[in-house]
């Protein structure tokens, strides 16, 4: 059986507990730790909290002014600006160094979701969100954690998060629980929404491992599809088509407003556990899971592997910056650019991992 990676720190305990007021905001010093920079080549991504073995690299973004933002699991959040990467910790202002999203607004303040709830950071300074848990939530549902799964800002300009105590919409000011009666306790705390979509049309899709099918909102009511028979799913992305991609460890699927497409390690991807899917510039999509980084131009699939340069096969980060480079982030805190031809390693590497024969320059149009 395969070693499934893919949110495994989300459900690791489950405490009682109980939060009391709306919105709680602490303003911690601010504190910056640099990582070190190696002399020679490109600057390294330094794992300081713990061994780069036990974190992923869970998502990234770049930010107005240019900059990229990496979240992790075990070592909080890195920006890069181009020469060297700064690191956040708690010991800077987060409330958890496992951080699995991170959105940048339209006011260019960013977004941090932990283990442990929200974090807002305005450029200078971090101030912990605590989302208060619904009233009516049943005490054995009550959890230490406040996991925020996603996060995405609509066009109206509300902020949308999927936690693992409901989805709360933002509205500037307060946040408010989206409470659906529908579909046997749908968006309850007990029926985890994980990722959040906003299509062109304004419709919000919603999927989550414990749903369903996956969920269409369309500002009145719920309408419940499932992909091909399937029972969960992520909304992750809508093409420049108008196609909604959805992905899950069965594989992926288009939806085309009618039907689903399902693609999987047969049609060409080099799993079927698939986490992560964008659409680069040039219109081809990209995706990433346990079996590596794969490209799809429309008509068919090259993958990438770690034969071909990557450290390690499970990907579940891709970002594509203004520049058209391509940023993959893999479990064992490893971040990799591709240039469209060669892999540059921007990773910490164990002395063993320098002999290993696939870390050498690997090239592939």
């Known amino acids: 059986m395969k070693y499934i990676p893919v949110y495994t720190l989300f459900l690791m ?91 940048e607004d339209k006011d260019g303040k960013i977004w941090i979701g932990t283990d442990a709830g929200l974090v807002l950071y305005d450029g200078k300074t971090f101030t912990k969100i605590q989302i208060s848990l619904r009233k009516n939530m049943p005490p054995n549902k009550i959890r230490n954690e406040h996991i925020v799964f996603s996060m995405m800002q609509a066009k109206s300009g509300k902020l949308w998060f999927a936690t693992i105590d409901g989805v709360y919409i933002y509205d500037g000011k307060s946040f408010t629980p989206f409470i659906v009666n529908e579909g046997g306790g749908f968006l309850s705390s007990n029926n985890n929404v994980e990722y959040i979509l906003e299509d062109k049309a304004g419709n919000i899709w919603f999927g989550g491992r414990v749903n369903k099918g996956v969920f269409r909102y369309d500002g009145k009511s719920i309408t419940n599809l499932k992909p ?108 990799f650019r591709y240039d469209g031809k060669t892999f540059a390693s921007y990773t910490e590497i164990d002395d063993e991992d320098v002999n290993n024969s696939f870390l050498k320059p690997f090239s592939r149009q």
């Not at 602490?26 to 080549?41: M, N, T």
Request: glycine share 12%; net charge positive; charged share 20%.
């Open 13 to 103: 305990s489950v405490f009682c507990t109980s939060c009391n007021g709306q919105v709680k905001t602490d303003l911690p010093k601010e504190k910056v730790i640099v990582s070190k920079i190696i002399s020679v080549g490109q600057p390294k991504l330094i794992a300081t909290q713990s061994s780069p073995k036990y974190g992923n690299i869970q998502g990234g973004l770049q930010d107005k002014a240019g900059n990229l933002w990496f979240a992790t699991i075990r070592n909080g959040v890195y920006k890069y600006d181009g020469k060297s990467f700064v690191q956040f910790t708690a010991e800077n202002g987060l409330n958890s160094n496992n951080v699995y999203c991170m959105l």
């Open 228 to 335: 091909n028979g399937d029972n969960w799913a992520w909304p992750v992305l809508q093409d420049k088509n108008g196609n909604i991609w959805f992905s899950n460890w069965s594989g992926a699927y288009r939806y085309d407003g009618k039907s689903f497409t399902s693609f999987t390690k047969k049609d060409g991807l080099s799993s079927d556990m698939v986490v992560r899917i964008i659409e680069d510039k040039k219109g081809n999509l990209w995706f990433g899971g346990d079996g590596g980084l794969c490209r799809y131009d429309g008509k068919s699939f090259t993958c990438f592997t770690r034969k071909d340069g990557l450290l390690n096969n499970d990907v579940w980060s891709i970002l594509e910056d203004r520049a058209g480079n391509l940023w993959v982030g893999t479990r064992n805190t490893s971040l």
